[in-house]
């Protein structure tokens, strides 16, 4: 039966060790994990009120994850974490988003879990914890994106969350099933692709960040061409008729010019040659 799997057995064993869960100085909390109201600041003491808060929440994380209420389960640890930071906590809290399907999240709980347990508590949960770290790592997928293109001010998104550009080209740990990457300018969507990966697998990603002009970019960009265009029409055909007048009269005074010069250019009439021949009709060629 699920409630007697390996799961609820290390769920309750790691319980009957947090019921020693008391005022004593609370380690780091990550960042990681959801914030609460009344959690406790970084490396302050947590009050009374609140380790007793903590008990009953991790209490109910139990109780949800032997019911199979994963969702419910991971909201009160994380909340029974943020009060008290006791890495018994951290780790049901890994547990319970690797049955989630959310590995990697789960593989950054036992890491931290590792690297904090100490005494009684790394000798009773290390080495299961190790075990299981080991075994989620090897099904993380992993995939690889490259935007070209690219802007300084652009952000590139997986599954809504902002990846920093120099992660870009690097293996980024995701976990197994469908994944949508995003690159958006100005509040905009200029490239988007959806992957689906399986468990262990790796997976390139290739965007291309050339925008196309939002709707209101190409409604300004027409109205300035047709603006231009009016513009260059009116400078063709709408002169001022003055214009045209003066143009009129100009040809007039060019073409008067011209039959002047045609005429003082006409040679003399040509007299009859005179000679002892007397007026005849032959003249100089």
């Known amino acids: 039966m699920r409630a007697r799997s390996l799961l609820t057995l290390t769920l309750l064993l790691t319980f009957a060790t947090s019921v020693a869960l008391t005022t004593s100085t609370a380690l780091t909390p990550s960042t990681a994990l959801a914030q609460d109201a009344d959690a406790t600041p970084a490396g302050a003491e947590p009050s009374a009120s609140q380790v007793a808060l903590a008990r009953r929440l991790f209490a109910d994380g139990v109780r949800a994850t032997e019911e199979h209420r994963l969702a419910d389960a991971q909201a009160a640890f994380e909340r029974s974490y943020a009060l008290s930071q006791r890495e018994v906590t951290l780790l049901n809290l890994a547990v319970v988003l690797a049955e989630s399907g959310k590995l990697v999240a789960a593989v950054d709980a036992y890491r931290r879990f590792i690297a904090r347990a100490d005494g009684a508590l790394e000798a009773r ?96 960009l027409a109205a300035a061409e047709a603006e231009a265009q009016r513009e260059r029409e009116e400078a063709a055909s709408g002169a001022s008729p003055w214009v045209w007048v003066g143009v009129g009269a100009g040809v007039l005074v060019v073409a008067a010019a011209i039959i002047v010069i045609v005429l003082l250019a006409q040679p003399d009439a040509i007299d009859p040659y005179v000679g002892n021949l007397g007026p005849g009709t032959f003249t100089l060629p």
């Open 125 to 220: 949960h290390g080495a299961n914890a190790r075990t299981a770290l080991a075994a989620l790592e090897a099904r993380l997928s992993n995939v690889t994106i490259t935007v070209r293109s690219i802007r300084e001010n652009d952000e590139v998104r997986i599954d809504g969350t902002v990846i920093a550009h120099e992660g870009l080209g690097l293996e980024l740990p995701v976990d197994p099933g469908t994944h949508s990457v995003e690159v958006r300018r100005g509040g905009r969507s200029c490239a988007r692709r959806a992957i689906r990966i399986a468990e262990g697998a790796r997976a390139d990603i290739e965007l291309d960040a050339r925008c196309l002009p939002s709707p209101e970019e190409t409604a300004r």
